[in-house]
């Protein structure tokens, strides 16, 4: 294994349970080399949880052993998993529907559900809410040090039956594609949608074309414009909305050295939708 070992929960670090997996870890080897992916996903957001995922994990070398911790539902009978991506990195979490995006856009190769008797820190019997320092950083220490390999942390389970959850669709209505917003970029307030690289090239427009944007909240409509669709923030005056091309090549909108979310009040969720066409000419 790489002894690359890689954190992700909602715990942020306001108390000592970030720091109570990392000791649990730097306990089974004190040569593993621990990152965090972050632990400032909202409380509870499985959802942000398996975007985050999909954001990083492809990035990092084979073998890489990543433990995600968003479980509102520890202690109930929600399965334990890990899994091998199509690219050979692992991932540990609840099957909460934390691996939705992995599954989707990545692939998974091999899952199997996590034995909580032979995997689990010794003498931590009696404790059931606390399975992030108990069972995934436990096992994800060993796994990644090479102390177990991926075999020996459970049975064999169906790819197919891993949790998802509910991802809208874009839809095609004659020359506008219609999204959701995903997710933020969350520092700086730029939406990210749904609206994938190759459905947007349809509409045919080039770098420096402008394009008609809608947001909506339920049936509000809270946001219309043209705006040009460009490379870099660069290519628009500071403070001038833009439509780009993401890091995960999905469309995004923003606004130049400036929060899209925060100036017009606009957040991620199913009911937020965006649609996207290309603007007329000017006369």
Same mark, same amino acid.
């Given at each position: 294994?790489?002894?690359?070992?890689?954190?992700?929960?909602?715990?942020?670090?306001?108390?000592?349970?970030?720091?109570?997996? /990392?000791?649990?870890? /730097?306990? $089974?080897?004190?040569?593993?080399?621990?990152?965090?992916?972050?632990?400032?996903? =909202?409380? /509870? +957001?499985?959802?942000?949880?398996?975007?985050?995922?999909?954001?990083?994990?492809?990035?990092?070398?084979?073998?890489? %052993?990543?433990?995600? $911790? %968003?479980?509102?539902?520890?202690?109930?009978?929600?399965?334990?998993?890990?899994?091998?991506?199509?690219?050979?990195?692992?991932?540990?979490?609840?099957?909460?529907?934390?691996?939705?995006?992995?599954?989707?856009?990545?692939?998974?190769?091999?899952?199997?559900?996590?034995?909580?008797?032979?995997?689990?820190?010794?003498?931590?019997?009696?404790?059931?809410?606390?399975?992030?320092?108990?069972?995934?950083?436990?096992?994800?220490?060993?796994?990644?040090?090479?102390?177990?390999?991926?075999?020996?942390? &459970?049975?064999?389970?169906? %790819?197919?039956?891993?949790?998802?959850? +509910? %991802?809208?669709?874009?839809?095609?209505?004659?020359?506008?594609?219609?999204?959701?917003?995903?997710?933020?970029?969350?520092?700086? &307030?730029?939406?990210?949608? +749904?609206?994938?690289?190759?459905?947007?090239?349809?509409?045919?427009?080039?770098?420096?074309?402008?394009?008609?944007?809608?947001?909506? +909240?339920?049936?509000?409509?809270?946001?219309?414009?043209?705006?040009?669709?460009?490379?870099?923030?660069?290519?628009? /005056?500071?403070?001038?909305?833009?439509?780009?091309?993401?890091?995960?090549?999905?469309?995004?909108?923003?606004?130049?050295?400036?929060?899209?979310?925060?100036?017009?009040?606009?957040? =991620?969720?199913?009911?937020?939708?965006?649609?996207?066409?290309?603007?007329?000419?000017?006369?």
């Amino acid at each position: 294994m790489s002894s690359l070992l890689i954190f992700q929960s909602d715990f942020g670090i306001a108390d000592g349970a970030v720091s109570a997996m /990392y000791g649990v870890a /730097y306990s $089974v080897s004190r040569d593993l080399r621990i990152s965090d992916l972050t632990h400032e996903i =909202p409380q /509870y +957001n499985i959802w942000e949880a398996s975007y985050r995922l999909i954001q990083t994990v492809g990035y990092w070398p084979k073998d890489s %052993v990543f433990v995600s $911790v %968003v479980d509102p539902g520890v202690g109930s009978t929600r399965r334990s998993i890990a899994v091998r991506t199509i690219n050979g990195q692992y991932i540990i979490t609840p099957d909460n529907g934390t691996l939705t995006h992995i599954k989707r856009m990545l692939g998974i190769a091999e899952a199997r559900e996590i034995d909580e008797e032979k995997n689990r820190l010794p003498n931590s019997g009696e404790s059931y809410t606390f399975h992030g320092r108990d069972i995934y950083a436990y096992t994800g220490a060993r796994l990644a040090s090479g102390m177990i390999c991926f075999e020996d942390i &459970g049975p064999m389970v169906d %790819v197919e039956s891993v949790v998802e959850l +509910n %991802v809208p669709e874009t839809i095609m209505d004659g020359d506008t594609i219609i999204g959701s917003v995903d997710i933020l970029d969350v520092r700086f &307030g730029s939406l990210w949608t +749904n609206i994938s690289k190759e459905q947007f090239k349809t509409l045919g427009v080039p770098y420096g074309g402008r394009v008609e944007i809608s947001i909506m +909240n339920d049936t509000r409509e809270v946001y219309r414009n043209i705006i040009r669709y460009v490379k870099s923030f660069a290519d628009v /005056y500071i403070g001038e909305p833009l439509v780009y091309m993401n890091s995960l090549d999905y469309i995004a909108v923003a606004i130049n050295q400036g929060s899209f979310s925060r100036a017009y009040n606009v957040s =991620p969720g199913s009911n937020w939708k965006i649609s996207i066409k290309k603007a007329p000419k000017l006369p």
